[in-house]
C-alpha cells in the first residue's frame, strides 16, 4: 500500500504513485557578472552539449546585462547534465545559479489555468 499525503488528507492506493517530472532542454542562469557576454555564456555550456541559442537579458537603458540569461541546448539531456555541473559553481568570481527555465505562455505561467 503507497499512501500520498495531501492537503485534504491521506489516499491510500494499491498501485505504485509516480510523479512525472518533464525536464526541458532550455536553463535559467542566474546571478552572472555585469561583465559577462553572450560568447562567455555559450563557452560555459558548450562542453555539455550542442548549444541552439545563449542569451543574456540586457538592461536597455545601461546596456549591460542583468545579470541573468537562458542557454536552449538541443537535447534534455544535455540541459540536465549541464545543470548538474554548474549549478552552485563560482564563474567570474560569483556563485552562479542554473535551474530548468519555466515555460511561459503570453506572459502567464503555462501551468496556470484560466
Known sequence: MNRIAGT???LTTSRPFYIAVRF???LFISR????????????????FGV??????????KTRRNKGYGFVTFESEVAAK????????????GRLIFVEFAENKRNGKDA???N
Open 8 to 10: 485534504f488528507g491521506c
Open 51 to 60: 548549444i541552439e541559442e545563449a542569451k543574456l537579458v540586457m538592461d536597455l
Open 24 to 26: 526541458s532542454s532550455e
Open 32 to 47: 552572472l557578472s555585469f561583465y559577462t557576454t553572450s560568447e562567455e555564456l555559450k563557452k560555459m555550456f558548450l562542453p
Open 111 to 113: 501551468s496556470s489555468q
Open 81 to 92: 547534465n549541464a545543470l548538474e555541473a554548474l549549478n552552485g559553481r563560482i564563474v567570474g
